[in-house]
């Protein structure tokens, strides 16, 4: 969906759709984030929620950025301990993150190809694999 696309009332939509409760808290993160097409992180979510007037705890921010992980509505992307980016696109993909600016940029699938993974432990199966290719500027020599 372009994110011109989204309104709040289909944020609430979706929620529902989802087996969210749409409180109007989650509405607002719903919206921040899905009407950007951004990768952002919790904080980026918190100040643009907040930027009219504090409405939104930063515990609320968290908890509701889990709930929808746990409901297939956003994407994890842990680019480095204690950096998480929340990724409204939940199909297959993986990342370049910019490591100079902090910046994270889609891969299409299709682009990557993994030949082989490791051997697994037999109780358990591969969920999905995410690739995160880490960039920084070339040192001019």
Known sequence: MNHQDWNKQRVL??????????TSQRVEIGYALFSSCAH??????MQRVNADYPVVSKATVY???GLFADHFLVREVIVEPGKVFYDPNVSMH????YVDTGQLQD??????????????????EVENVEVVI???Q???H
């Not at 939509?13 to 749409?22: H, K, Q, T």
């Not at 993986?94 to 993150?97: G, L």
Request: proline residues 9%; hydrophobic residues 40%; charged residues 25%.
């Open 63 to 65: 908890n509701t950025l």
């Open 134 to 136: 880490r960039l920084r």
């Open 40 to 45: 952002l992180s919790a904080e980026e979510i």
């Open 107 to 124: 891969i299409p699938a299709s682009a990557l190809q993994i030949s082989k993974l490791p051997d697994i432990p037999t109780e358990t």
């Open 94 to 97: 993986h990342h370049f993150y």
């Open 13 to 22: 939509e979706v929620l529902r759709d989802a087996g969210v409760n749409p």
């Open 138 to 140: 070339k040192v001019a």
